[in-house]
Every structure is written in C-alpha cells, then in structure tokens.
C-alpha cells in the first residue's frame, strides 16, 4: 500500500496534492491583491460586508468574492492584531469554505484560518455557527477574533449556558455565532418544543465550521443530545438492587465482558438473586422486568464503571468525565438508569430516572447544515468515516515550517508498575536538564498515580485532568517554560498553544488578578507587565530550544491512533524542536484486550527481563494494529447508532416541520376545521372496510363519532345499511361538523380562535410526540432480541417504528378533534366560581362521560404567557344534570332527537 501511494504521488494524482496545488494558485491572486488593499482606510475596510453583500445580490457567487474577501480580512487582521495570514492559512480557509476538513497541525494557527472561510459566508447575512469544544474557547474565539470580523463590517455573538433567551436570539441573529457543539444542538431541540414563533432563537442552518472537528463529530457523536423531564419512578428500588449488587460474586454469579462493556447473570446468580429478593420468580415474570433490569444496572455500576475513571463524585453528585478529551461533563447523565445505579453505589442522593422529550444524535443535528467545513490537527485516520457519515473530505494542509520533532519508538514492559517507574525516572532525567516535559495519561486514576510517583522523586508538577477544569487553559499556556512538568489526562482539543518559554499574556494576566484588577480595569499597567513577562519568556524561550523543546511521554496507548498523535502534535509547532516516546505495559487495557496474546507472544520470543523494555517494529505493528480494531469497533457503534437514530430522524423532521408550519399558520383554524373533517371521514372509511365482514361495522363507528365530536353527531347513521346510504349520509355529517365549528370559532372570535386552536395544536402535538419517544425507546431496547429470531433487528425497528409513527398521528388527529368543539370561554369569575364550588360539599359528581374543557377569556396576555392553556393542560370539568330531564323532551345535547332516543338510551 506504502509503495502504491508513493506511485500515486510520484505521478501527481494525489486528491489531496492537487487540492492544494489548486488552492496555491488562488494564494498567488490574493497575494496580489495586498498593495491594493493595504491603502484602504478603516472605514473602507468596515464598509466590506455592505460592497460584497450588495456583489452577491447582483449575481455573483462567494467564489468570485473569495479573493478579495481574503485579501481584506488579512488586511484587518494585521491591524487590529498584528497577525498576518501566511501561505497555508490562506490554503486552509480556501479547504474550509469548499466544506472539507482542514487538518492542520497544532500551532499552525487554526483559529486565525477560520476568520477567513467565516468572514466570506457571512456575507450572505444567513449566519454563520463556529462551534468549539467547551465555552471557554467559544468565548475566547469571539474575543480574540472579534476585531477583525468588526472591521470588515460583520457582527458577531456568543452562546453560553444559562443565558437569557433574549440575549441568546440577539447572538443568533448576528452574521457570526460561537458556541458549544451541545448548545447549538439544544438550542435546536428548545426550538422545536417552543409554544410561540417568538421564543425560537436559531434562524436555520447555513454554514458552520466545527472547531477540533474529531473530537466533536466522532468521539462525541456516540452519546446523542437529549432534553429530559422526570419521571414518577420511586428512586428506593435502585438502593435495593444495589444492596443485591454488593451480594453477587464475579465470576461465580456473573460473568464480565470488558471488551464489549457487558455483563450477564449466570445461573447460579439468578438463583442466588431471587433468594435475596425472596421472589422466586424474578427474572421470569414481567411484572418484575423493571427490578431485574436495575439489579442488572447495578453490576454494572459496580464493575464496569469506576470512579475518577468514568465519573467523578463532586459536591455530593456524579459528573461523567468524557472519555476522549477528560472534561466534565456538567448537566449529562447516563440514561436507562445507570445513572441513578452509580448514585446508589456511591451512597450520593438519587435522582428520578429521565424521560426523553426531545432527542436528536450530533451526526444528524451538523447534517442539518447547507454547508459543514472542519478543522482539527489530526483526521486522517478517520477520513473514511468523514466521508461515509458527513461527506466531508479530509485536506491535509501543509505546514509553515518543517516538523522537526523526533518520535521515538514505544518501550513496552511486561508490568504497569514497571512503567510507571520508567516513565518517572525519565522525567526526573530530562527535568534535571531543565527541559519542559507533558506527560499523557488515559485516566484522571493514572494521573494521580503519576503524580504519586514525581512527588516522592521530589519534581514539582501541575496535575491538568478533570478535576482542575476551570484552570486547564492557565496550565497548558505555560507547559513549555523551562523546567516545567505538566502532567495530563486526555490532551486532546485543549485549544491553548503550549508556547515554548511560557506565554506571556497569561503571566500578565494572572499578575494583576492576584492584585485583583483586569487587563480592562487599568491598560496601562497591563501593558507595562506584559513587556516585562515578554522579555522573560523569550529568554526562556532560547532556553529551552537549547534542551531540545518540549518532551512528550506517553504513559498508556489510547485507543485511537488519533488521540495520541494529538498528544504528540503538542510538541514540534512551527518548526520548534521536540521529542516523543510512549511508554506501554502487557497489562493495560488496549494491549490486554485487543493484542495481548499475540504481543506476549512476540515478548516471549524475544526474551526479556524484569524492568527491562523492549522497541521492536513487529512490537509496534501488533500495537497499531490493536488500535485499528478498537477504531473499527468504535465506528460501526456508531454506525449502528446512526442507523437506528435515521429512522427516527425521518420522524423527527416531520414533527418538526408540522410544528414549524403551525407556530407560522395565518389560517390555523381552517387547518383545525381539515383535522376535524380528516377524522370523521377516517372513522366513516371504517364502516365498509371489511370486506369480508358478514356486516359493516357501523355501530361501532357511530359510537366512536359521538365520543370523538359530541353525542347525536352521527344520527344520521341509523338505520343505514346499505354502503349507498351510509355515502349519502356522510357529506350530512361533514357538514353538520363545519356549522358546528363556525359556532364554535364565533363564540370565540376571529383572534382568539386562533391562538387557541394553535395552542391545541402545539400541545397535543408534543404530548404525543413525547410518548412517542418513550415508546421508541422501549422498542429500542428490546429489539436486540428479534435476532434469535433469525430476524434483522434494524429492520424489525424501522417496520414496529413506522406502525407506532402511525398510531401517533392517529393519536394527534383524534385528540386535536376532541378539544377543538368542546372548548369554551369563562370569564375570570366565572372560573373563581367553578374553583369554589369544586371545593364546596353540596359540589355533585357526575358520571357523564361528556366534559367540557375551559379556555381563557380574551384578556389572558395579561396574565398568562401561553394562550388557551385551560383548554388542554387543565382538568376538564364534568356538567352537571340538576335539572330532571323527562324522556320525551327534546335532547339537551342538541341534537333535535328526544332524550329517550339519544343520551338518555342507556338510562
């Protein structure tokens, strides 16, 4: 293969040569373009986003703007922060605006490339969304770039959690918005469950660049979002199947699969479980499915998860700790009641388990996007799974200066306490030289181990893992000053360059907050302390280049290829020197369970001896070849997840798009009127359906339209048998059902009919919708079990989805039609009276099966937000029959028949 690509690139068919050959010719026209540029004033510069909008409408496309967009947003740069783009930030903000994914190595200066690709699409005043991996860097990105995408004349906004929802429109509205991955995908899913057109703060999906695009879209893409409420569920249970966790032996009672993160009860288990429960039948009946599924949760729990690896346990709660990059993750939780199994393992306050009100996967929510660009410094080994899922190609870009970093080969030893030992002894080495060293862990439990080992060897050193998260930027800025040793869990998208010699604006800053001032409280003083610390860090700087730059050790192999090179990547930016090594054991995870056999193999043959290492090319091969397994593993999760999470996209997005025509309908009660006739014509088509029926049905569908409409609806219906008549009789029913809408609307007036008949709408909808995905996921997690069958589960899901789809819509149609004639107006008083007289002893309760729902009278803007809420959320009221009604008179429910003959039959 090695030799096949080198063919290609000797011949110069590289996809990837040629895209940047291309993109080198359109550096040559920006480039010329810069004497020009360089004589417009400020002002000229700001009027930029108006000239171009105005080329845009007169029919020119971005890429007849791209040059000159370019040429001016390099210009502002340089003015307003002293930064100029080189050659390959051009190619690369050419690569983002085409929709690929730049990867650019760490400290090429991604963050500056973005403005370029940024600035061009927000010229189309659709909007722009630049999405980072937490919110510090959203808001550093906005602050740092601010200026130059203000000098050209666009606007820019920020989101944050918690902030209020005016403010968070006001930053969607603006040509260019920063934020987190999960807060634009939340903000999509609050959207699609608003009440009016106004509380909506998103303005659709143009163009986004995603910031640390593998990070986002691979490592995150497994956990999908969800906006969850309560349940009703007894949290006591979980304490109970914990208890019983604690009894059961591994090994005896259940057996572990780690590789698959599984477990399952054996048969001694499930007896032994059913002896403590004292219910012999525990794991056979359903009644007892939901105890036997948390003692399950619980195992897991107990086995599967651990703390400061998994989780951590801070301020009395469980706080996930992300795998890939170690960050908490505030505000998640792990669903199917492992979540609560983990509270009651670590004796902290159970919480009640979640159901899901709106959910969609992170793959779907950035396929939303027109147009999706990335950048990252490591994506290549996951290129395959960018095109097959986002169809994104990778364009790898070329670096300002050459990478001189030298990487060693891995040391494998046969124990872990072998090297840990070893990984120490080298930092205390190299540290002794004064050069600046990162060691890399797996988890925050290794890095604690670690940092056991430097402290008894007397090396000072900052700990950066999950639980210091609010000082990562402050560590990692001076991870290069000379004699620095930082040790961290997880280096992936940290977002702050490790600058050799120290980076002397942090200094600064972190000098006048200890006098407790700002950089904006008093500038001249910052100014002052920044040239000091300048002049400090870069004597520094030469020596630490004289040691050999910074030190990379690698204490543990992650399980992507992509994660360590991102490690490696911290060290050797633009042209610094630097030096890797990582350090592996037979005994950790990735070797044990993915190559174990074989590597202990190939040790064996080589011999070795305790504390001793060995690097050999087949040691590495077998290594790589572990990863490439786990990286396959971990794309066909999400494969699988993805495939799954389709089905219920396809559902998502009509939901949603109904709801979107709702919020905006000018003629929403001629579409409840279309409802109402869709329900009568649905049950009147029931009639006649069978055909191989000894008679029709239409009994049934008499009752069914009464109950759906109001009593004596369908008394044109009897006595009809023959199919002739009962056609003759339906445009009767229909018509009777429009006049008695028009009286309804009427009463109501023009207004307020439609505010109510929206909201009736909007409610039902996402009643309905929320038990849809309940039921979906219960269909979800016993679908797995169709494959005994010899039956595929995916297809099982799409078929049993669809029907449950449908029943839904039947649901919505059915309950929109029921509120849309019984609703009625009560004045305030009247209410009050209704209240009282509920609460009142002579109150009589009536066994009509016919209530009537209240609304709220035309003044309810001033005290309430949601119109027409009685109608739907509020207890429906029963009538009450004071007065005795006698056999022959006419019916009350105005149907024209006496009340023996209609609701009086029964009686």
């Known amino acids: 293969m090695g030799f096949l690509n080198g063919v290609i690139k000797a011949l110069g068919l590289d996809p990837n040569d040629r895209a940047v050959a291309k993109y080198e010719k359109k550096t040559q026209v920006i480039d010329s373009l810069e004497p020009e540029v360089e ?20 029919g020119e496309s971005l890429d007849d703007i791209l040059p000159d967009v370019f040429a001016r947003v390099r210009e502002v740069s340089k003015r307003a922060l002293g930064l100029r783009h080189f050659k390959e930030q051009l190619i690369g903000g050419m690569a983002l605006h085409d929709g690929n994914i730049a990867e650019m190595k760490t400290g090429e200066g991604k963050t500056l490339v973005a403005t370029l690709a940024v600035a061009l699409n927000a010229m189309t005043k659709k909007g ?13 990105d906005a602050e740092w770039m601010g200026p130059v995408y203000r000098g050209m004349g666009l606007t820019v906004g920020v989101i944050s959690p918690f902030m209020p929802d005016d403010a968070r429109k006001a930053a969607y509205q603006c040509d260019i918005t920063y934020g987190t991955n999960s807060e634009f995908g939340f903000d999509y899913l609050r959207d699609n469950m608003a009440i009016q057109k106004s509380q909506q703060v998103q303005r659709g999906h143009n163009y986004c660049i995603v910031d640390e695009v593998d990070s986002i879209l691979i490592d995150e893409a497994r956990t999908p979002l969800i906006i969850s409420g309560p349940s009703e569920d007894d949290t006591e249970p979980y304490r109970v199947a914990d208890a019983v966790a604690r009894e059961l032996i591994k090994g005896t009672d259940f057996e572990v699969d780690e590789k698959e993160r599984n477990l399952a009860l054996t048969e001694a288990g499930i007896a032994k479980t059913e002896r403590i429960m004292k219910l012999p039948n525990l794991f056979t009946d359903f009644a007892n499915s939901s105890l036997a599924h948390k003692i399950v949760q619980a195992l897991k729990a107990h086995h599967l998860f651990q703390r400061d690896v998994h989780y951590v346990v801070k301020d009395g709660e469980i706080v996930i700790v992300d795998e890939f990059t170690g960050r908490l993750m505030f505000g998640r939780r792990y669903s199917d009641g492992l979540h609560q199994a983990i509270e009651a393992k670590e004796r902290v306050r159970v919480g009640r388990e979640n159901q899901t009100l709106a959910t969609i996967t992170l793959q779907n929510y950035f396929r939303m996007y027109k147009k999706l660009a990335g950048m990252t410094g490591t994506a290549k080994t996951e290129a395959e799974e960018f095109k097959e899922i986002y169809g994104l190609n990778v364009i790898v870009i070329p670096t300002h200066k050459p990478m ?3 990487d060693n080969p891995d040391a494998v030893y046969k124990t872990a306490d072998e090297k840990y030992t070893a990984a120490a002894d080298e930092v205390a080495e190299y540290h002794a030289k004064g050069q600046p060293i990162l060691v890399g862990t797996a988890s925050i439990e290794h890095s ?25 930027a402050a560590i990692v800025a001076q991870a290069g000053r000379f004699g620095a040793v930082t040790v961290a869990t997880n280096m992936a998208g940290r977002g702050t360059d490790i600058v050799l010699g120290g980076n002397a604006e942090f200094l600064a800053r972190e000098e006048l907050e200890k006098e407790g001032k700002s950089p904006a409280d008093d500038p001249q003083l910052y100014a002052e302390v920044l040239e000091k610390y300048k002049k400090i860090c870069a004597e520094e700087h030469d020596k630490v280049i004289a040691t050999g730059g910074l030190r990379i050790i690698g204490t543990e192999r992650h399980e992507s290829r992509r994660i360590d090179n991102q490690l490696r990547g911290r060290s050797g930016r633009q042209g610094d020197p630097g030096e890797s090594r990582f350090y592996i054991a037979l005994e950790d995870d990735l070797i044990r369970l993915f190559g174990g056999d074989k590597i202990s193999a190939i040790m064996d043959k080589l011999g070795m001896e305790k504390g001793e ?19 396959e593993m971990h794309f066909d999760i999400r494969k699988q997840l993805l495939a799954y999470d389709n089905v219920m996209n396809r559902q998502r997005e009509a939901v949603y798009a109904e709801r979107g025509e709702i919020l905006e309908d000018p003629n929403i009660v001629e579409r409840t009127l279309e409802v109402l006739e869709d329900t009568a014509n649905a049950q009147l088509d029931k009639a006649f359906a069978d055909k191989n029926a000894d008679e029709p049905d239409i009994k049934s569908v008499t009752v069914r339209l009464n109950a759906l409409f109001w009593p004596g609806v369908a008394a044109c219906l009897e006595g009809v048998d023959s199919e002739q008549a009962f056609e ?14 028009r009286q309804k609307t009427e009463e109501l007036g023009p207004e307020l009919s439609a505010q109510i008949y929206r909201y009736i709408f909007l409610e039902v909808l996402d009643a309905n919708w929320k038990e849809h995905l309940l039921a979906m996921d219960e269909l979800r997690r016993g679908i797995g079990l169709r494959a005994i069958g010899q039956k595929d589960p995916l297809v099982e899901y799409q078929f049993e989805s669809f029907n449950l789809f449908q029943e839904m819509l039947v649901r919505v149609r059915e309950s929109i039609t029921e509120f849309a004639l019984r609703v009625s107006v009560v004045s305030r008083d009247e209410e009050r009276e209704m209240e009282n007289a509920r609460r009142s002893k002579n109150w009589k309760e009536s066994r009509d099966p016919f209530e009537m729902p209240q609304a709220l009278p035309g003044n309810y803007n001033d005290e309430m937000e949601n119109p027409g809420v009685t109608a739907t959320a509020q207890k429906t009221q029963p009538i009450v029959n004071d007065v005795k009604i006698g056999r022959n008179d006419p019916c009350p429910c105005g149907s024209g028949k006496k009340y023996k003959q209609c609701c009086g039959r029964n009686k």
């Open 39 to 58: 004589k417009l004033s400020d002002e000229e510069l700001a009027r930029s986003a108006e000239i171009f909008g105005g080329r845009l409408e007169n």
């Open 404 to 406: 001189i970093r030298k």
């Open 613 to 631: 290492s060995l690097d050999h090319p087949l040691l590495s091969k077998a290594i790589e070849n572990a990863q490439k397994k786990v990286e």
């Open 728 to 741: 003759e009789a339906r445009p009767r029913i229909i018509e009777e059902i429009r006049a008695r809408f």
């Open 128 to 140: 722009v969304h630049v999405v980072t991996v937490n919110d510090y860097l959203a808001a550093r």
């Open 448 to 472: 604690e181990r670690v940092s056991k080992l430097l402290r008894a060897r007397k090396i000072p050193h900052n700990v950066l893992n999950a639980k210091v998260h609010d000082k990562e």
